[in-house]
């Protein structure tokens, strides 16, 4: 586990993450293509809560987030 910016590979030290910053989360797809960063997406594997759409800058605690490498 490597630090980054005083965040490990599972969120801060506080276990609050967001979806975009995991790279489990994909944006729904749309005729348009994606436009924002706040846009509806979906996590690939067991999701927070259980439900399929997620939004990306939502705080929420998740025992699967996988950090972005940046």
Not at 38 to 48: D, I, N, P, Q, Y
Request: with cysteine; net charge positive; glycine share 12%.
């Amino acid at each position: 586990m490597s630090e980054r910016d005083g965040k490990d590979e599972r969120g801060g030290s506080n276990g609050i993450v967001r979806c975009a910053e995991c790279t489990h989360f994909r944006y729904f797809q749309n005729e348009k293509g994606h436009n924002s960063p706040h846009a509806l997406g979906k996590c690939r594997v067991e999701s927070w809560d259980g439900n399929r759409g997620q939004w990306p800058m939502f705080q929420h605690p998740c025992k699967n987030f996988l950090g972005v490498d940046r």
